[in-house]
Every structure is written in C-alpha cells, then in structure tokens.
C-alpha cells in the first residue's frame, strides 16, 4: 500500500491532545523540527556526527523496548495503534537527526524514504519528504557560499533573488532568481561545509567496518564503499553535475516528451548551480490531482524511457526518486538533478555488454557474467550461489519483458520479489559485486519504485525496439 503522509495524518485519531497520533501534534511538531535546523549549520566533525547517530540508534532501540514491554498488557486494537504511534514518533526523530546531518546520512533517509513496503508506512512516509522538503538553511549561512564563489552576493549577481528556498535537499537548497537577460532560473546553492561531511561520515564507517577486514569479502567491500565515497565526492561539485546535465540534455529531442532544463555556466561553479527553472509537479502533488490511468502510463513510459536512453549511453541515471522528476502540465517529463550520474568507462562497458547478451540473447554466460562481476573465480566454492542469486535477479528484472503488451508496474507481488531478493542476498553475505554495482541496484530501484507509486502500465516490449541499440526483436 502506498500512502503519504498526509493520509496517515487525516487517518490519526485526534481524540487525546497528548497522544502522537494526534495530527496537530504531529504537525507542530514537524514545523518544530524545520524551525530548529533553518538556524544550524552542518556539523562536519566526525566524532560529532558519530554521537548523534549514535544517539538516534539508542533512541529508537528504547522506543521499540517499551513498545514490546507495554505489548504484555494490551489487546490486539491497542497494541495495533500503539505501534503507528511508536512508528510515527521514530520517524520524526529519524528526520530531525538526517535532517541535521544532512550530507551522506540524509541521502541514506531518502533511499529508504523511496522504497514502499519495506519500512512501516509512518517512517517511509515521513522520509519521503527528505526528497524535497529537507528544512533549508539560514539565508546568511547560503548568501556567504554565493559570495565565496562569484565574489559577490546573490542580490549582485542577479536581477533578482528570492532569499526564501522553494527546495531543499541532502546537499543543498534552491532559490528562485531572475537573470539580467530575464529569465527566470533556479539555482542551487551547496550547503557551507556539506564537502567535509563526506569525509567525516566516511572515516567513522571505515572504523565501523574494521572488523570485516579479515573476511574474504573485505576487498569487495572496501572498493564498493570507495565508489559510494567516490560518487558523493561527485555530487558535491557542481561543474562536474553541469556537464553531466549538459551530456544529458544531448540525449532528448523535443518529440520525446523529456525535457533537462538547460545549464547558465556563467551563473556555475564548483558550488553553485544555475539553470533553467521549469514549473511542474513532484509526484505526490501530481498524485493528488487524480489522474487517469493513461496519464499514468504515458508519464511511466516516459520515466522508463529516460532510464534506457542514458543507461545506454552509459551515463546510469543512479538516484532516481521523486524529488528529481517534475510532472508539467503540457505532458512532458522534467528531468532535474544530475550530480549522481555513473558514467561507465571501458569495464564498466564491457560488463553492460556482457549483462545485454545474458539477459537479451543467451542465458548460459551468467556464469560468466558473474565471474566478471562478483569476482567470483570458477573454481570459487560459493560460485553456485552467485549464480543462483544473479538467475534470481535475472528472472526478477525480466519479468515485465516476458509478456507481450503492458505490464503492470503497480504490482505490488513484483516490487515484493525484487526486495525479498535483495534483502536475501544482504542475509547470505553474498554480496561481493563490481562497485558499479552499488549504483547500478539504487538506479534499479528506485525508478522500478517510482513506476509501482505511479501504478504505471508500461509495454517495455515496444520501448526496448525503440531504445535498444541494434533494436531487440523478442
């Protein structure tokens, strides 16, 4: 079931003042949460950031005791809605603490927050907005980092400049401007110190992964947390995100229905992103208006098709999730946010076109696709269960190829199978991977969760003739 958080919100009974479900509580308590952190700065120390985590574990280790315990003497009804509001109550203070550190640890909320059915509906809900409605910064704190860049201020730079952000995310938060020309733009401005987090974050996961550096997988595991290190070091310089966004761009024509809103590199810089601003929904609002089941389609047709094209171009769009697609009104779909790109040099392509062959024409090479991309040798004792997991994978990915005509992507049995798989294998500890793996499953679910929130029928038939280099005739 997909639910937002206003549904749950009008679904709280309001009947005690004090009790977490009560909806205006959850609401004074939501803006109190933004008014707290618009003040605060990044913490960038890692001892500093560690503690907090810390902090949040036990916090939610506690609230989850004294549900079990309270469990004892209440009946099942009571039991029931004390769960939503222990579940309610964990997931406003797991927003307050990723909202605070923002950085690596709120992208680790938005991927949850991105993923229905595999956190109880209050949290997922609730980490949804992390998406977009990550409480901006003190307007001081962001006019500096303009200043720093350009050497001189917002209100310098450009006609004019709405100091109010009308986004906020991980990394940073996005204002309204109008250049001298007259266009209207937006422009994303990096959170002060956001860069160090990466690093910090990084050094207290190195030290919590010590003790895996005596298994056989520590290799794996130390080259796939290198790559997430090397991606978020990418995502956090804007010159690096333009380009990606420009190449992007290339990739559509007007008869696509897609459009990547272009790039002011006057207005860029390492930390300061200027482009295009286009008007248009995210897809909760785009949700709300009910639309018809062919809207739907189209937009899921459209969002799928934006995948292939840049997945063959190799350039995987690695974070796709609600806050980086716009529903406009015309019809078309806005792409937007470009820092996590994966761009694939000559191993990664080789390993695409060793997957296309396996999944598209020959499915005895999956043991040698999975030599390639686990590393697994052929006389490795664990080699049946690689390639056992990757026939499940296979058999998962496939299954909107293997019949003819639409395939309905709001099933919730198929979302269900592709998180059993993945949680299976993380239990397995079968989990040694090429490091563009790690962004290859994120890009995979997260567009594959976008299509089952849009309960899209797409007939992936037709769109693989249109996009499949050399066409595909199955």
Request: hydrophobic share 40%.
């Amino acid at each position: 079931m997909d639910v937002n958080l206003s549904e749950l919100l009008a679904a709280l009974p309001e009947d005690d003042p004090a009790s977490a479900t009560n909806a205006e509580w959850v609401q004074e308590r939501l803006r109190e949460i933004l008014a707290d952190l618009t003040e605060r700065p990044v913490p960038a120390g890692s001892l500093h950031r560690l503690w907090t985590l810390s902090e949040l574990s036990g916090q939610i280790a506690l609230a989850y005791l004294a549900l079990w315990v309270r469990g004892w003497f209440a009946g099942a009804e009571v039991s029931q809605r004390r769960l939503m509001e222990t579940n309610l109550r964990v997931a406003l203070k797991i927003f307050h603490r990723l909202s605070y550190l923002r950085g690596a640890m709120t992208k680790l909320g938005q991927a949850a927050g991105n993923l229905p059915r595999l956190l109880p509906d209050q949290v997922t809900a609730t980490l949804d907005r992390l998406h977009f409605d990550a409480p901006p910064m003190h307007y001081p704190l962001i006019r500096e980092v303009v200043r720093n860049e350009f050497g001189k201020g917002p209100e310098e730079l450009f006609l004019s400049f709405e100091k109010e952000a009308f986004a906020a995310a991980s990394l940073g938060q996005v204002h309204r401007a109008r250049l001298n020309s007259g266009e209207t733009v937006a422009v994303k401005i990096q959170y002060p110190g956001i860069a160090r987090t990466i690093d910090a974050d990084f050094r207290n996961l190195t030290a919590l992964l010590l003790p895996l550096r005596l298994g056989k997988d520590w290799d794996s595991v130390k080259a796939q947390f290198e790559e997430i290190r090397r991606m978020l070091n990418q995502e956090v310089d804007y010159l690096q995100e333009a380009e990606s966004q420009r190449l992007a761009g290339e990739l559509f024509r007007s008869e696509d229905g897609i459009m990547v809103p272009r790039v002011y590199p006057e207005y860029s810089g390492k930390r300061v992103l200027t482009t295009e601003y286009v008007q248009g929904l995210h897809l909760t609002d785009y949700l709300a208006t009910n639309p018809t089941q062919a809207s739907r389609n189209a937009f899921g047709t459209k969002i799928y098709r934006a995948w292939l094209r840049m997945y063959y171009a190799f350039m995987t769009y690695g974070d796709p999730h609600p806050g980086n697609y716009l529903f406009l009104s015309d019809g078309r779909l806005g792409l937007i946010d470009f820092g996590c790109v994966q761009h694939y040099g000559p191993e990664e392509r080789e390993l695409v076109r060793l997957a296309e062959k396996m999944a598209y024409e020959d499915r005895s090479v999956i043991p040698e696709v999975v030599r390639h991309a686990c590393g697994v040798t052929a006389h490795d004792p664990d080699l049946g269960h690689y390639v056992r997991i990757m026939e499940e994978s296979l058999d998962w990915m496939m299954e909107p190829v293997s019949q003819p005509g639409p395939f309905d992507f709001g099933n919730e049995t198929h979302f269900q199978r592709g998180l059993d798989w993945f949680q299976g294998v993380v239990r397995s500890r079968h989990t040694r991977s090429h490091p563009m793996y790690v962004y290859w499953n994120r890009s995979i679910f997260g567009f594959k969760a976008m299509l089952y929130r849009l309960r899209a029928q797409i007939d992936v038939h037709q769109l693989l003739r249109e996009e499949r280099p050399g066409g595909w005739t199955g």
